[in-house]
């Protein structure tokens, strides 16, 4: 039995480096195999699964220093038929990658803009003048490193290791806590002959717009979470892309979709809401659980 999983490539990405987590803990605790396909964004790794090309993807969702990845939400929003079947939360240390013989040669730092933004800090204090280019992913520009003496670019020092290219600095993310979470994502509809996770459902996500801007629009769907005792673990917009002014909210839930106190919210919001897309319930790993 083998499962293919799409992911942000090319190899050596974080995304990656979550998929060979959650590989190894689905094989140990299962006995399922699975296959790693990189894409070059994570629009197109979720397109992948849309498709039915993969069964899985392993996309980045949060990070605790950055907040939302954005591209995560806005396709799970359009593609409109995926479901979270596992979020996995994974620490996130990043090095700074190049054969420059000092930081003082370097001219240009490629990375994501996820990863630059989280180092921000050390950036605008260690390489103040130099020209900072977004990439597709941490490990896109690594291979232009090698005829570029004065190119760096910031990823994992798994990634270093992989293309066999030198650290020069490392851990150099602004907070040392610094973790992002990932959801494994299936087809809505589909009917694994196999468990692709063991665990008990604890958290539930989905996302809505709302029929009209008016007073006490956003107030009301959140109080039948209130009025219920559900706690929302996450609350977050983003522009449905209509016009300007008009926002989709994603919502993560302490509960079980299946719970009955949540089904009557359910039954309860549609009342208030435009579009109600519900990405179901999953459980959380965290990376000791998957590395024990
Ligand atoms: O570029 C990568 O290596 C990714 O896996 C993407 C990504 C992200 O989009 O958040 C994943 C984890 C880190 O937070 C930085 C970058």
Redesign the pocket.
Known sequence: MSLSIAH?GPPG???EQAAVLYVNWLTKTTGIEATLCPYPS?AQSLQAVAAGKTQLAVV?VE?SIEGS?TMTMDALWQLDSLQIQLALVMP?VHSLISGASGLDKIEKVYS?P??LA?CQNWLGQSLPNVQIIPSN???EALQLLNQDLTAAAI?SSRAAQLYNLPILAQGINDYPENC?RFWVVSQHQAQFEYHINNLNPTHSSLAFSLPANMPGALIKPLQVFAELGINLSRIESRPTKRSLGEYVFFLDIETDIQQPKMQSALADLIEYLEILKIFGSYGVLSVNTLES
Request: hydrophobic share 40%; glycine share 0%; charged share 0%.
């Open positions: 942000l990405t974080y995304a994570i980045p990070n990845v996130i994501h996820q990863a989280q992913s941490t490990t990823a992002t």
